[in-house]
C-alpha cells in the first residue's frame, strides 16, 4: 500500500473545513493524514478540534515578526513535522513569496466563489449584488497572486432569490466541507498534479466538480 501523504493544515479560527479533512482522512483509503495543524492565533477553535482528533498542534504568533520571518518559522515548523502538502483553512494571513515558493505545487486553499469570479473579499454578497444564478466553492493551488494559482476542483450551489450573505454562506461552506476533501485526495493520490500553471488529471481520476 502506498504511504499516505503528510499533510500540514493552517488555520485562524475555529476549524470547520479542518474537521472536514480530519473526518475524510478517516477513511482506510484516504491517501492522506494529517499530522500537524498550525494556527497563527492561541485562541483559535480548531486547535482544539485536532488536538481531540489525535493530531498535533503549533502556534506561531505573527505579531512582532515581519511577514518574511514569520513565514519562515511557519516553513520551518511544517518542514520538522515532515509535512508534504499544506492545506489552508481559513488562515487568514496574506503568504509572502517565501512560504508560496517552498510549497509551490503542494498547497491547496479554498475559496467562496466560482473561479475566477469574486476573488478577494465578501464574494458571497458580490454574487448576490451581481446576479448570479450559481456560486460556490473553489480549491486551488497557491500561487503568489491570491485567489488566481489553478483550480484542482470546486462544487456549485444554486443563488436563491430569497439569499441575503449569511443564507448564501451557509449553502457554499456546506459545499467547502465536500470539495475540500475531494480536492486533498486528489492531489494526495496523485491524480491531479500542477504542470506549468495549469492542472492535469490523470485518466480514471474522480471528477473535480460537484453539485
Not at 488555520?11 to 493524514?33: C, K, M, T, Y
Request: hydrophobic residues 50%; aromatic residues 6%.
Amino acid at each position: 500500500m502506498t504511504a499516505k501523504k503528510r499533510v500540514g493544515v493552517l488555520i485562524s479560527g475555529r476549524g470547520s473545513n479542518l474537521v472536514s479533512l480530519i473526518e475524510a482522512a478517516r477513511a482506510p483509503d484516504f491517501p492522506a493524514e494529517i499530522v500537524l495543524v498550525l494556527s497563527n492565533k492561541a485562541d483559535a477553535g480548531g486547535l482544539e478540534r485536532a488536538a481531540d482528533a489525535g493530531i498535533a498542534t503549533r502556534v506561531i504568533s505573527h505579531k512582532g515578526l515581519a511577514r518574511e520571518a514569520f513565514d519562515e518559522a511557519m516553513v520551518a515548523a511544517l518542514r520538522e513535522a515532515g509535512v508534504e502538502i499544506v492545506c489552508n483553512a481559513g488562515f487568514m494571513r496574506l503568504h509572502s513569496a517565501v512560504f508560496v515558493r517552498a510549497w509551490h505545487g503542494r498547497q491547496l486553499n479554498i475559496h467562496p466563489s466560482l473561479l475566477p469570479s469574486f476573488r478577494g473579499l465578501h464574494p458571497q454578497q458580490r454574487a448576490i449584488d451581481a446576479g448570479a444564478r450559481i456560486a460556490g466553492a473553489t480549491v486551488h493551488f497557491v500561487s503568489e497572486e491570491m485567489d488566481a494559482g489553478p483550480i484542482i476542483a470546486q462544487g456549485a450551489v444554486p443563488v436563491l432569490p430569497s439569499d441575503d450573505e449569511d443564507a448564501l454562506s451557509a449553502r457554499i461552506l456546506a459545499m467547502e466541507h465536500r470539495v475540500y476533501p475531494l480536492a486533498l485526495r486528489l492531489v494526495a493520490s496523485g491524480a491531479a498534479r500542477l504542470e506549468g500553471d495549469r492542472v492535469v488529471f490523470a485518466d480514471g481520476a474522480p471528477p473535480p466538480f460537484l453539485f
